[in-house]
């Protein structure tokens, strides 16, 4: 039995395992084995049991994941999420919005521009652009929405358009602030100076509205296809605009381009020109009225 024994080590074949039952000869499988003392089921489970199957996603997720799903905290908006900006006015109740601009005075109208949130414009501004000018002014010359320069310093037209619209101005015998009022449709920069979408248009019109209202112009001179779009409600060329007498609200409307546009087509100079001697004519066959009650005084 030595001789085997060895025989079996040297293959790896020991130690032998002796079968103490075999089953199905009557032989009663082993017990399990006695529970350790411990504490009840009830315990290990919390307040209250749940199945194993409902337990599980919570139990074996991350820490972070599980603090997460118990009281979910505040994230931060991504990149791409807007910021959020109360409205002035609720967005549900525009006509609201618009009866309150119309009854704001004058001196009321540049503070309330700053202080509006009704599109999104607002959440990229530096600065409002209400328009500069005097008050009464005979001559209103309105532009489509501030550029990068007048985002920095508050006031329309002061870059190199400004420059040819004050050279178009003088051609007239006019001037910046004599007699001569200037705004844009829209009082605040578009980002990358694109074309303001209708939403932003519809949110600032009541702006100029109540400012051609205090203005009393003789006259408007709507520079680009932007400001005749919004002021004359139609989606017309510019091409088909120009050379006639529109109205807005009762007072003459030319229409002719805008500044920034003749910088980039410099043989359309004449046409606007020609626009221009149009509504000095126009100016000409409308002198004040004898008696007219006079503007607001910008004191």
Known sequence: MAARDDILRELHLLPRWTLRSRPGLGAAPPAPPA???????DAMAGPAAAPVAELAPAAFAPHAARVEAAAPAAVAPGPDAAPHAEPSTPPSDPAARRARIAAL???DIAADVAACTACGLCRTRQRTVPGVGAVPADWLFVGEAPGADEDVKGEPFVGQAGRLLDNMLAALGL????GVYIANVVKCRP???RTPEPPEV????PYLDRQ???LRPRLIVALGKSAATA??????TIASLRGRIHRYRDVPLVVTYHPAYLLRSLPDKAKAWE???LARRTMAQHPVASGAEPGPNPA
Do not use: M
């Not at 001037?175 to 004599?178: C, I, L, V, Y």
């Not at 519809?202 to 019109?205: E, I, S």
């Open 202 to 205: 519809a949110a600032c019109l």
């Open 231 to 236: 002021l004359l409600d139609t989606d017309a």
């Open 35 to 41: 529970p350790t003392a411990g504490p009840a089921p």
């Open 105 to 107: 005075a004058w001196t």
């Open 191 to 193: 980002p990358g100076n």
């Open 275 to 277: 626009d221009l001697l």
């Open 212 to 214: 051609i209202e205090l």
């Open 175 to 178: 001037a910046r602030g004599s």
